[in-house]
């Protein structure tokens, strides 16, 4: 470390009346307490980081007199980052953040309780006056833009209920589509034909060799009757005919059948499986229906949350504005140290409370929260 950065502190006995002298910290000169002579030290490496701080701060005023607003803020900081006891690279800071006090910018408050924590809170300070001042202009324009906000947000919340109103419409339009979607019903009509088939082809495999038999022993009979001159020989022939019918039939009933009951089981196996889809997508509609009507509460708790909302703001424009000037007033006040005595309206808050509810809309504006104001100049 360099000495010269070394800062060091000593007493030295004056010249003239042999007093005892401290020297502030980092200087080289001093005046006696007991009889007013100024004493030098000129002993090398006495000077510490005080004495550059002395010349940065005359570079910071220089700057913040020329108006070089950002160079004066930068030189001030580095100041209030050698000595953080002195007042004085607070107020400077201060006068560059804000223009001289000339323009609104916002969270300026803590760099003046910074100063006047180490300035004794003079305050017959002129500039603790001026900035004082400052802040009530600077409350002022914050009521202004809160008071344009709140018109903004209940425009804002009328689009929202608008916009949530058409969701629930839209939302019951699907509800009532997932209602009536239909199910499948290609498997359930191939299983009822193949159904059908198999009983059908059972009826003729079990009937059609009974109907032939019997026809058999009818052309018997009727063959004896023929015989013996009580019956035609036509009616032989026709019913040896119908019993080779209906043994055909028998023979191709059994044919088809072991085609039929695989087809049949092929079928049911199908409307087993589709059912299962259908019961799968039943219920899964279900769910999706039940969701839905969920949203819909959802928007109607919304709407109810919005209604209120544009009832307590249009309530908070109607505040006097000399109320809402002295909420904001009180919040840079505090935050900079000054007593004050403010007393905040019941109505404000009372919308405080309120506006905990709807303050959470992605498009809603501050407006008791304290803003980063506009630049512009007074």
């Known amino acids: 470390m360099d000495t010269n950065d070394i800062v060091r502190t000593r007493t030295v006995k004056c010249p003239t009346c042999n007093g005892s002298i401290s020297f502030p910290v980092g200087r080289n000169k001093a005046t006696c ?6 004493v030098a030290v000129d002993e090398p490496g006495w000077l510490g980081a005080l004495d550059k701080f002395d010349m940065k701060l005359q570079d910071a005023q220089a700057a913040l007199d020329n108006k070089e607003w950002d160079k004066a803020q ?39 309780h910074c100063y006047l924590n180490r300035s004794n809170k003079r305050s017959d300070d002129p500039f603790v006056q001026r900035y004082k001042d400052y802040l009530g202009t600077v409350s002022d324009n914050d009521a202004s833009k809160a008071y344009g906000n709140a018109k903004e947000n209940i425009e804002y919340f009328k689009r929202v209920i608008e916009g949530y109103s058409k969701s629930i419409e839209e939302t019951k339009e699907i509800i009532q589509e997932i209602k009536n979607r239909p ?68 023979k191709l009933s059994w044919k088809f059948h072991r085609r039929t009951v695989n087809s049949f ?3 049911r ?22 969701r839905k009507t969920a949203d819909i509460e959802g928007y109607k708790d919304s709407l109810e949350v919005l209604n209120k909302a544009i009832e307590a703001t249009a ?13 904001f007033l009180k919040k840079h006040l505090d935050a900079a140290g000054f007593d004050n005595g403010i007393t905040l309206a019941p109505e404000l808050s009372d919308y405080i409370e309120k506006e905990k ?21 007074i």
């Open 33 to 38: 307490p007991y009889c007013g002579n100024e």
């Open 74 to 112: 930068l030189f001030f900081e580095e100041c209030a980052g050698m000595d953080d006891s002195d007042p004085r690279p607070w107020k400077g800071i201060i006068e560059a953040k804000t223009r001289d006090l000339t323009a609104l910018k916002g969270n300026t408050e803590p760099n003046f």
């Open 315 to 327: 309530q908070y424009l109607a505040i006097d504005r000399e109320k809402r000037i002295d909420f």
């Open 269 to 290: 196996v199908a409307k087993l499986n589709e059912d299962e889809i259908n019961n799968r997508r039943t219920a899964e509609n279900n769910d999706l229906a039940a």
């Open 265 to 267: 089981k092929t079928k």
């Open 183 to 250: 199910t499948m019903e290609t498997a359930e009509k191939k299983y009822s034909g193949a159904k059908s088939s198999l009983i059908v082809n059972t009826i003729f495999m079990f009937l059609a060799p009974v109907a032939a038999a019997g026809f058999v022993i009818l052309a018997i009979v009727l063959l004896v009757k023929a015989v013996q001159g009580d019956a035609h020989i036509g009616g032989v022939i026709a019913s040896v005919i119908a019993a080779l019918i209906f043994a055909l039939i028998t």
């Open 357 to 377: 509810a709807f303050s959470t809309y992605p498009g809603y504006k501050p407006v008791t929260a304290r803003s980063q104001y506009y630049e512009q100049i």
